[in-house]
Every structure is written in C-alpha cells, then in structure tokens.
C-alpha cells in the first residue's frame, strides 16, 4: 500500500513540475542614441523646474489669491504628458526673470485694441463711436 502512494504522489509532482514554465525570457538589451538620453534627461530637468517653481512660497500664496489649491495643481501637473510638460518649460522660459507680465499682458491689450480700430476704420466692425467709418464694407 505504501508503495502505490508513494508511486500516485511521485507521478503527481513530476506532472506538477512538467506544467511549469522553468524557461528564462531573455533579456532585451539595445543601445540608445545621444538624442534620446538627452531628451529623457530634458523632461527630467523640466518636470524638476516645474516643481521647483510650484514650491515658490510667492507662487503659492498668488495661487490661494487666485482659488488654487497649491497641491491640487501639484498633482495636475505631475499627470502632464512629456510634450505638455515640454510646453508648460518652453512657456516659463519665454517670461522676463523677475517680471510679472505686465508688459506682456498691456502689449497684447495695445495689440486687440489697434485690430479693433483698424477693424472699425475700414468699416468692418463698429465699436468705437468717434472713429469716422472709411470706404470699407458696411
């Protein structure tokens, strides 16, 4: 009897070894380029410059003036894809150091203003009252 036991259980644990997989996937090594270790070096650097900035105390506090939870818009941006992040640096890069905008913000309002006028001048738009209508569409 204990020779039958023996012989069931040794076939059911040599059946149980068979049906593993023992087989070692093969490790799938490449080399990369030069642009591509720059570029995962770059979102790295990028995402660190984004954080750093919503760390600023002055950013914080003009967040919570404006209704933004600083940790909310923490998590908002680390959910960002790599070419929104690439946007949002390229984006901080083009503001003056140490300004606030105002320049850029009065320039874009001379700017609506003048289309506004030209608009109004060639008789395309009516929004001025004092502009005398020229010889354009009405």
Partial sequence: MLRATTKVVSMFVIFSLLMFDFTVPAAK???????TAIAVMRHQ????RIA???????VQQAMIRYG???????????????????QLAQAMDKLPAGGDGVGAVLFAL??????????DIMGY??????????????
């Fill in 29 to 35: 090594a490449r080399m990369i380029d030069t642009e």
């Fill in 45 to 48: 650097d990028d995402r660190a």
């Fill in 52 to 58: 750093a900035f919503l760390e600023r105390q002055d």
């Fill in 110 to 119: 001379l700017l609506v203003f003048f289309v506004l006028l030209f608009t």
């Fill in 68 to 86: 933004v939870d600083p940790d909310e818009a923490k998590d908002r941006v680390a959910s960002l894809t790599d070419s929104e992040v690439r």
């Fill in 125 to 138: 738009t009516d929004v001025f009252p004092f502009v005398h209508k020229g010889s354009g569409r009405k």
